[in-house]
Nanobody
Framework: QVQLVESGGGLVQAGGSLALSCAASGSTMNGYVMAWFRQAPGKERAVVAAINWSGDTWYADSVKTRFTISRNNAKKAMSMQMNSLEPEDTAVYSC???????????????????WGLGTQVTVSS
């Protein structure tokens, strides 16, 4: 069973940068896709970026040119660098992992088996 713990996040002004990290523990992450979801107040949770074991990545259109997801399989860790942040990026960001193999565009939260508790990202205008 996989356990996930996020770190990073915080408060930043529009145009600034933040980095999020996710540490996994428990079973091997081989074959797991790791992803970042976010949920803003009053909105549904949505996937922001995902990465598979091979390092293939997927991004939501809204963050494609601004966010970069990465993964260290040996350390069972995932990170996401967020640049040019906008107030619309304000949300709780959660790390997720799912036994999805090479599929990196799975947007259904129910397909992910493990979740972190989430970390708040607030972007002020």
């Amino acid at each position: 069973q996989v356990q996930l713990v996020e770190s990073g996040g915080g408060l930043v002004q529009a145009g600034g940068s933040l980095a999020l990290s996710c540490a996994a523990s428990g079973s091997t992450m081989n074959g797991y896709v790791m992803a970042w979801f976010r949920q803003a107040p009053g909105k549904e949770r949505a996937v922001v970026a995902a990465i598979n074991w091979s390092g293939d990545t997927w991004y939501a259109d809204s963050v494609k040119t601004r966010f970069t997801i990465s993964r260290n399989n040996a350390k069972k860790a995932m990170s996401m660098q967020m640049n040019s942040l906008e107030p619309e990026d304000t949300a709780v960001y959660s790390c997720a992992a799912g036994a999805l193999g090479a599929v990196i565009n799975q947007q259904l939260a129910s397909e992910y088996d493990a979740w972190g508790l989430g970390t708040q990202v607030t972007v002020s205008s």
